[in-house]
């Protein structure tokens, strides 16, 4: 929550964090107040600014209090930006089906109760990022249950099966929170370990059939569950008539595999989720649009709380789930063009007409207990896609065949030596395209990266010794040129060239035809097996997650 203090006359507005403390009672946080002034400068030119009188005692969550590099690095941007475009954005406004007020003190109250979870997080993934986010995906949907049963004057709490669940931490808070309910995913986490018996989790793969229904379940929750995330209205609608769902989209999928692309008017983003909004119109939902407040560039969310249809037309919305999912497989649906804040029940119409008036006979059966045979849920143990799983002759042949690719790719180039002003002829060969380097490589190595590996892309990067990838070129590393991060304290900065120095052969020593262009005492890695001196760091266990 914060309290906001404008200045007309200085063109300034300052925000005043505000956070209750042990009494109760709310209390400035001194350490995050801002400010965003504008200010005049001649004829139509204006300049804004964002401030920060207390930078070094910040303090970030990654929701309700940024990092402080992001007030200058994109808010500012933004507000510049929002200031002279005049389009109308794409994305409904944030938390815009709930009360902005009672989000602010509900998140606060969560935040306080479970931010112990960022210090024990046991996962491999940013611990401040998915701790938070799902508490603020928590308390928008603790306040949109509320809101639910004052309008239809219920009592008991929501129920709700959270359907690929991950790390569990919203399941884990909407039980402690009084919501009965259980999160399934196909793979169990470390973490549930820690949550209690309180906390309902269940390892299995949901393939969607009439197995996985959930007939008395009020909610079924998709917070970014990929391969299901058009399936959770599907199921909901096929679960029971008062089944409602919310679905948080993120990586894009159709009902059969990874989603295609059909426009090229809108980013693949909006495309995406007209998509899934459209789904839910198909399944007889009146869908609703909302934007949360997470650390997340995927953050628009999708709610299905009621109907367009009576329970008696059941049956002929099923047949048009039925026909819209085997269109989808073949390709044969026109899009809808997407409406804010329309008539959703005119969406289902359209599909309706699409199909035609009367519905093909071999095409209305609700198929058996598997609605679509071949769908492939995520697997139970998670291949590692990042190359370093790939035999290291193998990794060794293509390096050394990209670089001769590169070196050999132009005539031999004079490169200046920073070192004393001179040219010399060390080769820094030429920069090709991924593409024009894949071209080059044997069919079989390249069906061995791409299918089981993440591609050619992950493993030249993963060499950074070698090669250096800058918008999809490729080019020969010359370690002369090369500047320390700005990224790393100076003091880490040593300890980690002192851990790791000389511990790793010089490829350009060994391989490149004029050697490396650094001398020995200048180059990190080794020249020769005699410079070589064993790692001082200890290597950590990898986990999969």
Known sequence: MHLMKKNVYNGTVTFLPLEKNSE?????KKCNIYQIQLVYRKDEEWSVSVVAPFPEDWFSDGIAYPKLAWLGNELLSKVAKWSVEQKPSEFKSTLSLISV???SKVYQDLKGKYKEMVKVWPEVTDPEKFVYEDVAIATYLLILWEEERKEKGLTKKQSFVDLGCGNGLLVHILNNEGHSGRGIDVRRRKIWDMYGPETHLEESAIVPGDTHLFPDTDWLIGNHSDELTPWIPVIAARSSYSCRYFVLPCCFFDFYGKYSRRQSKKTQYREYLDFV???GFVCGFNVEEDCLRIPSTKRVSFIGKSRTYPPTEHALIDKQITLYINNRQTCAVVVCDRKVACNHKDHSDDVCKEAGSELPKNETE???????????PREKVEQIRNCASLPRDFVDDVVLSVANLLLNAAPQKSCYDMNDGNTNTWNQGESLSLKEVAEHLNKE?????????GGLQTLLKNNHQVFEVLNGRVHIRDWRKEKPSRKTKPEVKRRL??????????????HHPDGCSLPSESCPYAHGTEELRQSQKIKKKKHIQ
């Open 101 to 103: 007020a009672k989000y």
């Open 24 to 28: 109760g009672k709310y209390e400035i």
């Open 277 to 279: 909004a459209q789904v």
């Open 497 to 510: 060239s002192a851990e790791a120095f000389k511990t790793r052969l010089c490829w350009f020593f060994s």
């Open 445 to 453: 190595a390249l069906k061995r990266l791409k299918s089981e590996y």
């Open 366 to 376: 609700t198929a058996g207990s598997i609605w679509m045979p071949g769908f492939q």
